[in-house]
């Protein structure tokens, strides 16, 4: 069966350090992935998503960046955090293209910018 | 921009009654909708999905869809303290759209 994980958990950075942030598929090939974002009182932001290796599509315009250097592991990075980069960035994945079936989430990661 | 709104609650219902979420959309487009489950500092789970008009059982839970209307719903029968979560409504387009979700609490 497909399992997705995503670390750390829960991560305190200050503002203007760097961020990295992986998540890794098992079980599947493949897979499009996707990076959201879930800030307090608001709903989930679709920021990356990618349908291949090396092939990224950017939702929102903002310090963050997406890599997938290998098929099944999804990276989120910044180069210098804001404090409005708060948040719950959880990774999911789906075997088709689009979103026809839904996707599955992982177990996500909460950043606290200070 | 597509949108899909859901009333944010808390939608607060006793336990053994049914616990009725609603959603409504923009997207004429739309093929497939889901609802998921979200406890709280948790990620979100899928619950339900639907993709015709009319309604989907599963369990305790029903899914009701209305293409004409643009409005989706989940109905939760016998609800149970464990119910209490927020839940997502989602909407496809190129990539799934969320609502913001509703806070259903079950009180004992």
């Known amino acids: 069966s497909q399992t997705i994980h995503q670390w750390p958990a829960t991560l305190v950075q200050p503002v203007g350090s760097p961020l990295s942030l992986e998540c890794t598929v098992e079980?599947?090939?493949?897979?499009?992935l996707y990076w959201y974002r879930q800030a307090a009182g608001r709903g989930l932001q679709l920021l990356f998503y990618?349908?291949?290796?090396?092939?990224i599509s950017s939702e929102v315009p903002q310090n963050l960046s997406a890599s997938r250097p290998q098929d099944r592991q999804f990276i989120l990075s910044s180069k210098k955090l804001l404090l409005s980069d708060s948040g719950f960035y959880l990774c999911?994945?789906?075997?088709?293209?689009?979103?026809?079936?839904?996707?599955?989430f992982g177990s996500g990661t909460r950043l606290t910018v200070v | 921009q597509k949108e899909v709104e859901q009333n944010s609650g808390p939608l607060s219902v006793p336990e053994g009654a049914i616990a009725s979420l609603n959603c409504t959309y923009s997207?004429?487009?739309?093929?497939?909708f889901f609802w998921y489950r979200q406890y709280s500092g948790k990620s979100p789970e899928l619950i339900m999905s639907i993709y015709s008009n009319g309604d989907k059982e599963d369990g305790r839970f029903t899914a009701q869809l209305n293409k004409a209307s643009q409005y989706v719903s989940l109905l939760i029968r016998d609800s149970q303290p464990s119910d209490s979560a927020t839940y997502l409504c989602a909407v496809s387009g190129y990539a799934l759209n969320f609502g913001k979700g509703t806070s259903l609490l079950v009180t004992p």
């Open positions: 990618s349908v291949g290796i090396g092939q």
């Open positions: 997207d004429r487009v739309s093929q497939s």
């Open positions: 999911a994945w789906s075997l088709l293209e689009g979103s026809f079936y839904g996707y599955t």
């Open positions: 079980g599947t090939s493949n897979p499009n």
